[in-house]
């Protein structure tokens, strides 16, 4: 780790030792070290800190650098290492490491703790915690038990640092900034520490201990200007692929978008609506052209391609593929939600403070209302609905241009139907054979096939009648979950 000096510095700037930070002169006992490793991880996740510190060679109370005599890499337990003990009497998430450096001539060792993930860090199978300036046992204290394990179930992979120890023209080097305040219309600042301000308060960037500065994975998703710059996103890059025909035999063109979200989402949009098979509207005064697929459809594909991703599934990234009949649109992660209440249930993402600056930088629509679009513009298009697909580890949203309604698979056709009593339901309407006709672009004439469809539906137990009582010409049929 570089930059020791500075760290220590900053630490010592501290009014007294906190939860997260211990200072020690010679006092180097194996087993309060092993403690005090469990405690310092786990008090660092209970308090947001993505590292805590025991230092020797620094006055516990004037916090004046006063050298010592301890050597962490040469200590011993026994006859076996102290690193090597540590990590057998530790439990296997404990992530420690050992450093030193000189300051004016005297000697300081530093012990690094990682925050506690997945559960919390045990010592000889007890978990400790910091009380003030004590270690102390988890179990004495259940408030903090249940805090600490709140805080584990609910890790964000936003708030993980993608590069640290980084100055602020670092920052601005390897992210596009600029991006930021250009989308949300805020005049560019004309210092650093104007951009500092924004970008801490949004976590783009976090100011560490050492007083330099770390780049979020949620920065680096969004602005980075290459994202191969960094490790841990540069396999989350858009990847667009347009095939021959409808299958993946003859790949046409192919591209990997290198910017972060901010910038290539809209690059990607562009992209994919140049691929996209167009058909002459006849009906114009003009020579115009129209889609074969509904835009607004193709954009929210996308963004929740982005959003809702399990980014902690490596190795792979958002892909949208591109056929003659359809645009698949794939990304890590299955769904949260169960995908028959895709259209009312409330929306859940697991990277939530990506889905709220990605609304902010009017990259998606409103919270909850990208299916509700979706589904409507293929419906005003008179196409199947959108088609999404649950693996164990992806998910897949498939988008159909016009296919005759003699033609559309019974699976498709019952899928749409369903969606179109959600759709009208949430609308404080109901399905009818009129709107389903309307829907798929039917004329009265197939009213006899559209009540068999219904029918069929119906014996599947996705609707039901809104009142059975009802004449049957005339009924109406909601969600059977409405």
Same mark, same amino acid.
């Given at each position: 780790?570089?930059?020791?000096?500075?760290?220590?510095?900053?630490?010592?700037?501290?009014?007294?030792?906190?939860?997260?930070?211990?200072?020690?002169?010679?006092?180097?006992?194996?087993?309060?070290?092993?403690?005090?490793?469990?405690?310092?991880?786990? *008090?660092?996740?209970?308090?947001?800190?993505?590292?805590?510190?025991?230092?020797?060679?620094?006055?516990?109370?004037?916090?004046?650098?006063?050298?010592?005599?301890?050597?962490?890499?040469?200590?011993?337990?026994?006859?076996?290492?102290?690193?090597?003990?540590?990590?057998?009497?530790?439990?296997?998430?404990?992530?420690?490491?050992?450093?030193?450096?000189?300051?004016?001539?005297?000697?300081?060792?530093?012990?690094?703790?990682?925050?506690?993930?997945? @559960?919390?860090?045990?010592?000889?199978?007890?978990?400790?915690?910091?009380?003030? *300036?004590?270690?102390?046992?988890?179990?004495?204290?259940?408030?903090?038990? %249940?805090?600490?394990?709140?805080?584990?179930?609910?890790?964000?992979?936003?708030?993980?640092? %993608?590069?640290?120890?980084?100055?602020?023209?670092?920052?601005?080097?390897?992210?596009?900034?600029?991006?930021?305040?250009?989308?949300?219309?805020?005049?560019?600042?004309?210092?650093?520490?104007?951009?500092?301000?924004?970008?801490?308060?949004?976590?783009?960037?976090?100011?560490?201990?050492?007083?330099?500065?770390?780049?979020?994975?949620?920065?680096?998703?969004?602005?980075?200007?290459?994202?191969?710059?960094?490790?841990?996103?540069?396999?989350?890059?858009?990847?667009?692929?347009?095939?021959?025909?409808?299958?993946?035999?003859?790949?046409?063109?192919?591209?990997?978008?290198?910017?972060?979200?901010?910038?290539?989402?809209?690059?990607?949009?562009?992209?994919?609506?140049?691929?996209?098979?167009?058909?002459?509207?006849?009906?114009?005064?003009?020579?115009?052209?129209?889609?074969?697929?509904?835009?607004?459809?193709?954009?929210? %594909?996308?963004?929740? *391609?982005?959003?809702?991703?399990?980014?902690?599934?490596?190795?792979?990234?958002?892909?949208?593929?591109?056929?003659?009949?359809?645009?698949?649109?794939?990304?890590?992660?299955?769904?949260?939600?169960?995908?028959?209440?895709?259209?009312?249930?409330?929306?859940?993402?697991?990277?939530?403070?990506?889905?709220?600056?990605?609304?902010?930088?009017?990259?998606?629509?409103?919270?909850?209302?990208?299916?509700?679009?979706?589904?409507? @513009?293929?419906?005003?298009?008179?196409?199947?609905?959108?088609?999404?697909?649950?693996?164990?580890?992806?998910?897949?949203?498939?988008?159909?241009?016009?296919?005759?309604?003699?033609?559309?698979?019974?699976?498709?056709?019952?899928?749409?139907?369903?969606?179109?009593?959600?759709?009208?339901?949430?609308?404080?309407?109901?399905?009818?054979?009129?709107?389903?006709?309307?829907?798929?672009?039917?004329?009265?004439?197939?009213?006899?096939?559209?009540?068999?469809?219904?029918?069929?539906?119906?014996?599947?137990?996705?609707?039901?009648?809104?009142?059975?009582?009802?004449?049957?010409?005339?009924?109406?049929?909601?969600?059977?979950?409405?």
């Amino acid at each position: 780790m570089e930059n020791l000096d500075k760290l220590v510095f900053e630490l010592c700037k501290l009014s007294h030792e906190t939860v997260w930070v211990e200072f020690k002169h010679n006092n180097c006992d194996p087993k309060m070290i092993g403690a005090d490793i469990s405690a310092l991880a786990n *008090s660092a996740t209970l308090y947001d800190r993505n590292h805590a510190y025991m230092i020797w060679g620094v006055d516990d109370s004037t916090h004046e650098i006063i050298g010592t005599n301890v050597r962490l890499s040469k200590e011993k337990k026994g006859n076996q290492e102290l690193e090597n003990w540590l990590r057998y009497m530790l439990s296997k998430n404990a992530d420690f490491e050992f450093q030193s450096v000189e300051i004016e001539g005297k000697h300081v060792e530093i012990l690094i703790v990682s925050k506690a993930v997945g @559960s919390p860090v045990l010592f000889e199978k007890n978990e400790y915690i910091r009380i003030g *300036s004590y270690t102390k046992k988890l179990q004495e204290f259940p408030t903090l038990q %249940a805090q600490l394990w709140d805080k584990l179930r609910n890790k964000q992979f936003e708030e993980v640092y %993608a590069m640290i120890d980084l100055q602020l023209q670092d920052v601005l080097r390897l992210l596009n900034c600029d991006a930021y305040f250009e989308i949300l219309k805020l005049s560019i600042p004309a210092d650093l520490d104007g951009y500092a301000h924004y970008l801490l308060e949004e976590g783009i960037i976090v100011k560490l201990d050492n007083g330099l500065y770390a780049i979020t994975n949620l920065g680096a998703i969004l602005f980075a200007r290459r994202l191969a710059d960094f490790p841990r996103v540069g396999r989350k890059a858009i990847r667009i692929v347009q095939y021959e025909g409808i299958n993946k035999l003859t790949i046409l063109k192919e591209d990997t978008l290198k910017e972060g979200y901010a910038i290539s989402f809209e690059n990607a949009v562009k992209f994919v609506n140049t691929l996209l098979p167009t058909k002459e509207d006849i009906t114009s005064v003009h020579r115009d052209t129209i889609s074969s697929f509904p835009l607004p459809a193709i954009r929210e %594909a996308i963004a929740n *391609s982005l959003i809702h991703q399990d980014f902690f599934i490596t190795g792979t990234g958002p892909v949208i593929e591109i056929f003659s009949n359809r645009v698949e649109v794939s990304n890590p992660g299955s769904p949260l939600i169960d995908i028959m209440r895709i259209i009312d249930n409330p929306p859940k993402s697991r990277n939530e403070k990506l889905a709220a600056l990605m609304r902010r930088l009017k990259m998606c629509e409103e919270l909850g209302r990208g299916w509700d679009r979706m589904v409507i @513009s293929c419906e005003l298009q008179q196409i199947p609905a959108p088609r999404i697909q649950a693996y164990q580890e992806s998910t897949k949203v498939s988008l159909y241009s016009h296919i005759d309604f003699s033609n559309i698979s019974m699976d498709d056709k019952v899928w749409s139907t369903y969606l179109h009593a959600c759709i009208k339901f949430i609308e404080g309407e109901a399905l009818t054979n009129s709107s389903l006709r309307e829907r798929f672009g039917l004329k009265e004439t197939s009213s006899g096939s559209v009540s068999r469809l219904i029918k069929q539906v119906l014996e599947l137990k996705l609707i039901k009648p809104l009142d059975p009582d009802t004449a049957p010409r005339h009924i109406k049929y909601i969600p059977i979950w409405g």
